[in-house]
């Protein structure tokens, strides 16, 4: 046997990859990107500040008092005062807790809505695929405020509101990718394997297509996230998000323009909040990325 | 490559130290009036555009203020004074006559008044034609917004020069005088200009007898006057104005701060104004008319259809709160919606709190009244409120006190023209008001007079209460020569409106502009009904 046949035989040699391996394989990859352990510590940070706000807070965020109003940060009140005398701190804790709550729930019905939409189309094929897909460029050719504005402009502000904007604007995104997906995996042969049994579509799709494209879907979301509260804080700036006085990042950062320049805190600290966020949200989408796209791996 | 620190911070410093020693130059507003100045004055408005610049029907700031400077009425507020008048138009000021059971008036006109001239018309001299013509027009509601206050009088030309008006009822001065003053339906539009643009297009090319001369319009940029060298009161310091709209105040503050407005209207903020005042090359004037806030509510809608309900509002909430949140110099309280600081018939703090009206704040009576009227767990009102900075601070600041006593106010945040679109519509259960208005006559008439019920009343305006319990006393006060005894009645028909809480008085905030060192307006500043300082002949820019 020459050295040719030998790399030949252990070409032909397929050695089934155990999971265990395989998951750490990815953790090991994971961890190896600082930038995305960063990004998930960050994000973690964020969420946890966020989901116990009213307990980190000391002040009610929505208390005024006139008389201290536009009081420059100092030990009691680390961030200052904003126009009403509202303590600035507490309120951009107490809105972290919306931008999570708008920027996780319009992933999820995005999500939701564009996986359905990309998996129905891309499995059917034919007609349907065309209408579905179709209706998916006609929502992509709008740019996102624009369309983010037109359903608030209907349907009026509120947080719920906002979530279904923004999960509107976000199912298109995730429709292209489920679809391309889904046409390159209804040909695979496992997925004939499978009809040949007897499999019908909904457990197909259920259960052979959708686990393999688990991947792709986690790095949309988490890179979906940050677009998500990036848009509502835009929303909010222009005032068509969130109504007073519940704060959110955008609307502090609005409310804050007014003083500028005597008092740029109210504006700074929000807008630090949503550069953070954004930026944790985005590593760990590309950390993810990384592990669970397998052309990055080779 | 390699940068040399050192140099190229020398040669900054030095170009800097240049460009200061230049500008430094620019002479204070001081002294006696030497030469005429010239200069384009540059003024930054808050508003996105013009409204209308109709005389006839402007009603926003932005207007206001333009058109004062394009047309005169027959009487003037003394320019920087609202508090006295002056002939304009009328060569004196006229004294009543009684002509049976009605009153008459007769003006005789200045001569040499010309007429703007504008496409196809000429400038030509003003005549009792063109005033006759312009009052019929206030009169006229398909013509004016303010034909309310011209009912039961009559115009007559009885010489080119001569114009009398007879009025069904008679009236003091004081009611009078503004109503053919420079203040919406009394300033003059010349007959053959507005004839010829039309209704539509006095909208945007105003034509008049001031100070200056409308030359163009740039949608949603600015307004171009120029000085009116026919002016008969001499030509204008000025060669002319550019009224820029810019409704962000911080694009206004810092284009006055950079040189590029010499005016520039401000925010009734004592934040605002300090900051402002910090700075060497500007200078903040703070000065009325006085714009009174008062929070309406709707007696139509449950459960303010309660007195117990509205009162316990009204104690829910702290006068010293709001101002908190504007500041004393900018603001003051007030008591009754006629402001007593600034007019008469309005009631001070000592006389609605002889007669316990003054609601001072309890918020333990608040809760009490509540639960008395079965509403000991509050309730929730939906309502809208403009995104101007005057009105968001009232709603908030409300809405913040009534959470105290357990009412829920959701805020709904929509432009500023939306809002008063919305509230014209019998919507929002509490409207926050803020205005001016030139005597207690219009502010009763216009806000709780039955007349004047939104939607439903026979000259529907701002009674946005459905108050109708008063009507008697304000008309009864409308036609009462004597001065004490009419400003006894006004006292009583607040007394009234405060017994039924149609109406929760706040405060005033006076009016604030910040111009450059440079810009002398040519009077010194009391209080201006256009809402702006009053830019006419007399106003220099001495910045060169």
Same mark, same amino acid.
């Given at each position: 046997m020459n050295a040719a046949q030998s790399l030949r035989d252990r070409d032909v040699v397929v050695r089934p990859v155990p999971a265990r391996s395989q998951r750490r394989r990815m953790w090991d990859t994971f961890v190896g990107n600082r930038a995305a352990v960063f990004g998930l510590g960050l994000a973690l940070a964020i969420t946890l500040l966020a989901i116990f706000a009213p307990l980190i807070a000391s002040q009610d965020p929505l208390a005024q008092d006139g008389a201290r109003r536009l009081t420059p940060p100092d030990d009691v009140f680390p961030l200052g005062r904003d126009a009403f005398g509202r303590d600035v701190l507490s309120r951009i804790l107490h809105a972290g807790r919306i931008s999570l709550v708008i920027g996780i729930g319009s992933v999820m019905l995005g999500g939701t809505v564009g996986t359905l939409l990309g998996l129905v189309a891309g499995y059917s094929g034919g007609k349907l695929e065309s209408l579905l897909m179709r209706a998916v460029d006609v929502l992509m050719a709008f740019p996102s405020l624009l369309l983010g504005l037109t359903v608030l402009a209907v349907l009026g502000p509120g947080l719920e509101k906002v979530i279904l904007a923004i999960g509107l604007l976000l199912s298109p995104p995730f429709a292209r990718v489920v679809h391309g997906a889904t046409l390159s995996l209804k040909e695979q042969e496992f997925l004939t394997a499978a009809r040949a049994v007897g499999a019908g579509h909904l457990r197909l799709m259920r259960l052979h297509i959708l686990p393999n494209m688990v991947g792709e879907i986690v790095v949309l979301v988490s890179v979906w996230t940050a677009s998500a509260i990036r848009v509502e804080a835009s929303l909010s700036f222009i005032g068509l998000g969130i109504s007073p006085p519940t704060p959110t990042w955008g609307n502090m950062i609005r409310d804050g323009t007014t003083h500028l320049i005597n008092a740029p805190w109210l504006s700074i600290f929000p807008g630090v909040a949503i550069l953070l966020t954004v930026l944790a949200f985005n590593l760990l989408g590309d950390g993810l990325r990384d592990v669970l796209d397998p052309k990055l791996q080779q | 490559m390699k940068v040399r620190l050192a140099p190229m911070l020398a040669l900054s410093m030095a170009t800097l130290l240049v460009i200061g020693a230049c500008t430094s130059a620019a002479p204070t507003n001081t002294g006696p009036q030497t030469g005429r100045t010239g200069g384009i004055l540059r003024f930054g408005q808050s508003a996105a555009d013009v409204g209308t610049l109709d005389p006839h029907f402007a009603s926003g700031t932005q207007d206001r203020s333009l058109i004062d400077m394009v047309f005169n009425a027959l009487i003037r507020f003394k320019p920087g004074d609202g508090t006295q008048f002056e002939p304009d138009l009328a060569a004196s000021l006229p004294e009543p006559k009684s002509e049976g059971a009605k009153q008459a008036w007769t003006f005789t006109l200045r001569k040499?008044?010309?007429?703007?001239?504008?496409?196809?018309?000429?400038?030509?001299?003003? #005549?009792?034609?063109?005033?006759?013509?312009?009052?019929?027009?206030?009169?006229?509601?398909?013509?004016?917004?303010? $034909?309310?206050?011209?009912?039961?009088?009559?115009?007559?030309?009885?010489?080119? %020069?001569?114009?009398?008006? #007879?009025?069904?009822?008679?009236?003091?001065?004081?009611?009078?005088?503004?109503?053919?003053?420079?203040?919406?339906?009394?300033?003059?539009?010349?007959?053959?200009?507005?004839?010829?643009?039309?209704?539509?297009?006095?909208?945007?090319?105003? *034509?008049?007898?001031?100070?200056?001369?409308?030359?163009?319009?740039?949608?949603?940029?600015?307004?171009?006057?120029?000085a009116n060298e026919a002016y008969f009161r001499g030509k204008p310091q000025l060669d002319g104005v550019e009224f820029l709209y810019m409704p962000d105040l911080t694009s206004r503050e810092l284009g006055l701060l950079g040189g590029q407005l010499d005016v520039a209207n401000g925010t009734a903020d004592i934040a605002w104004v300090e900051k402002m005042e910090r700075n060497a090359d500007a200078k903040v004037d703070v000065f009325g008319v006085g714009e009174v806030v008062s929070i309406h509510f709707n007696s139509r809608i449950p459960p303010l259809d309660k007195l117990p309900v509205r009162? $316990?509002?009204?104690?829910?909430?702290?006068?010293?709160?709001?101002?908190?949140?504007?500041? $004393?110099?900018?603001?003051?309280?007030?008591? %009754?919606?006629?402001?007593?600081?600034?007019?008469? +018939? +309005?009631?001070?703090?000592?006389?609605?709190?002889?007669?316990?009206?003054?609601?001072?704040?309890?918020? !333990?009576?608040?809760?009490?009244?509540?639960?008395?009227?079965?509403?000991?767990?509050?309730? &929730?009102?939906?309502?809208?409120?403009?995104?101007?900075?005057?009105?968001?601070?009232?709603?908030?600041?409300?809405?913040?006190?009534?959470?105290?006593?357990?009412?829920?106010?959701?805020?709904? =945040? =929509?432009?500023?023209?939306?809002?008063?679109?919305?509230?014209?519509?019998? #919507?929002?259960?509490?409207?926050?008001?803020?205005?001016?208005?030139?005597?207690? !006559? *219009?502010?009763?008439?216009?806000?709780?007079?039955? !007349?004047?019920?939104?939607?439903?009343?026979?000259?529907?305006?701002?009674?946005?209460?459905?108050?109708?319990?008063?009507?008697?006393?304000?008309?009864?006060?409308?036609?009462?020569?004597?001065?004490?005894?009419?400003?006894?009645?006004?006292?009583?028909?607040? &007394?009234?409106?405060?017994?039924?809480?149609?109406?929760?008085?706040?405060?005033? &905030?006076?009016?604030?502009?910040?111009?450059?060192?440079? =810009?002398?307006?040519?009077?010194?500043?009391?209080?201006?009904?256009?809402?702006?300082?009053g830019i006419d002949e007399t106003t220099r820019l001495m910045k060169k």
């Open positions: - | 040499g008044v010309m007429c703007q001239p504008t496409d196809g018309v000429p400038a030509y001299e003003l #005549t009792s034609d063109d005033v006759v013509y312009s009052l019929q027009k206030s009169a006229d509601k398909n013509r004016s917004a303010y $034909a309310g206050e011209y009912s039961g009088m009559t115009f007559e030309a009885i010489d080119p %020069s001569t114009v009398k008006v #007879t009025l069904d009822s008679p009236l003091s001065k004081a009611l009078l005088y503004p109503k053919l003053a420079n203040y919406s339906g009394g300033y003059i539009v010349c007959r053959k200009a507005a004839e010829k643009l039309g209704a539509d297009g006095l909208k945007t090319h105003p *034509v008049g007898t001031g100070p200056f001369t409308f030359k163009r319009y740039s949608p949603k940029e600015k307004v171009e006057l120029v009162q $316990a509002i009204a104690y829910a909430l702290d006068r010293a709160e709001f101002q908190s949140l504007t500041g $004393a110099r900018v603001s003051e309280q007030v008591f %009754s919606p006629v402001p007593a600081q600034f007019m008469p +018939g +309005g009631l001070t703090q000592q006389e609605t709190a002889a007669k316990g009206l003054d609601y001072k704040s309890d918020r !333990d009576k608040a809760k009490k009244l509540l639960a008395d009227a079965g509403l000991a767990n509050g309730f &929730t009102l939906n309502m809208v409120t403009s995104e101007l900075p005057s009105y968001r601070v009232v709603y908030e600041s409300m809405q913040a006190q009534l959470a105290k006593v357990g009412i829920k106010i959701d805020l709904k =945040v =929509v432009d500023h023209t939306s809002m008063h679109s919305t509230i014209r519509l019998d #919507t929002n259960p509490i409207v926050v008001y803020v205005a001016f208005r030139p005597n207690a !006559d *219009v502010y009763l008439s216009q806000f709780f007079h039955s !007349d004047a019920i939104v939607v439903t009343g026979k000259k529907p305006n701002t009674n946005f209460s459905h108050y109708a319990s008063i009507d008697s006393l304000i008309d009864q006060a409308r036609s009462e020569p004597d001065t004490a005894k009419q400003t006894a009645l006004w006292k009583d028909a607040q &007394t009234k409106i405060l017994q039924d809480m149609a109406a929760y008085p706040v405060m005033f &905030t006076n009016l604030v502009y910040a111009r450059r060192k440079g =810009v002398d307006y040519g009077h010194e500043l009391k209080s201006v009904l256009a809402l702006y300082p």
